[in-house]
């Protein structure tokens, strides 16, 4: 099994900054697909970034990019997620996820996921 921790949420005001960590542990295998999720209260969990761990190409949504930025840390089996120029509509749960091949933004590709990190922005 891959254990999945993120770390790094909490309250910030408009357009501030935050780092997302996610750390994984356990089974852990070569070059995975890592995703980063957003839950909003009564809404979908969406889309937000993804890294290819072979040759690190990224993906991103479109509402994020710009602003948002996904990297890894191989050494670490840890992937970040920075956040800059936050908006109060980029409130949610933050979750991380990997897969082992194909980068993509459907969640239920995914098999593994982390407990999720609260994000809240204020205006």
């Known amino acids: 099994q891959v254990q999945l921790v993120e770390s790094g949420g909490g309250l910030v005001q408009a357009g501030g900054s935050l780092r997302l960590s996610c750390a994984a542990s356990g089974r852990t295998f070569s070059n995975p697909i890592m995703g980063w999720f957003r839950q909003a209260p009564g809404k979908e969990r969406e889309f937000v970034a993804a890294?290819?761990?072979?040759?690190?190409?990224?993906y991103y949504a479109d509402f994020v990019k710009g602003r948002f930025t996904i990297s890894e840390d191989k050494a670490k089996n840890t992937v970040y997620l920075q956040m800059n120029s936050l908006k109060p509509e980029d409130t949610a749960v933050y979750y991380c996820?990997?897969?082992?091949?194909?980068?993509?933004?459907?969640?239920?590709?995914?098999?593994?996921w982390g407990q999720g990190t609260q994000v809240t922005v204020s205006s």
């Open positions: 996820a990997a897969r082992y091949s194909g980068i993509t933004n459907y969640a239920s590709s995914y098999p593994y």
């Open positions: 890294i290819s761990g072979s040759g690190g190409s990224t």
